[in-house]
């Protein structure tokens, strides 16, 4: 990848990925600010599609495309969150839930706003930290205690900050 054509932090993240796709676990770059979450979980991704024998270059396309993928998993996590509200929000067995297509197209709406938007076609932190920090809403509303603390700790691993989100949920 011709690094003219890499965006913001592009190039920090994508030299990093780099260096992990090539089994370089313990270099880091120390102009880098952020766990390296996004590194791991892309290489995991990268050796699942090599182990299902689906060919995939650790590049820029590759990793713009994990991006991308990344945006529709927030989808999922932004609808996975929606319906835990509104199961929360319902008086039990008295309130009309909302259809599952209206819902949806809310999640798709809130993962349409722009800065998200713009950022699932790059290889950012910021779409993957959205997504798992959504996740911990979501698994905390539905009472899944556990797997919402897990999951913090991977948002977390993926974004320092989520540790503001990961505690509000905490306290839900």
Aim: contains cysteine; aromatic residues 12%.
């Amino acid at each position: 990848a011709s690094l003219s054509f890499l965006l913001q932090d592009e190039v920090f993240h994508l030299k990093q990925t780099q260096l992990y796709c090539d089994g370089k676990w313990h270099d880091w770059d120390p102009l880098i600010t952020t766990l390296p979450g996004l590194y791991v979980a892309f290489v995991a991704t990268w050796k699942a599609l090599a182990a299902l024998g689906l060919r995939a270059s650790c590049s820029l396309a590759t990793a713009r495309a994990f991006g991308a993928a990344c945006w529709v998993v927030s989808v999922g996590a932004l609808d996975a969150a929606l319906a835990a509200r509104d199961d929360a929000l319902a008086p039990r067995g008295k309130a009309k839930r909302r259809s599952t297509l209206l819902r949806r197209i809310d999640a798709i709406t809130l993962a349409m706003y722009p800065v998200h938007f713009f950022f699932g076609f790059l290889y950012y932190t910021d779409v993957l930290a959205l997504a798992t920090a959504v996740l911990v809403v979501a698994l905390a509303l539905r009472g899944e205690h556990t797997s919402a603390a897990a999951m913090g700790v991977v948002s977390i691993f993926v974004r320092q900050t989520n540790v503001v989100w990961v505690a509000l949920a905490g306290a839900l």
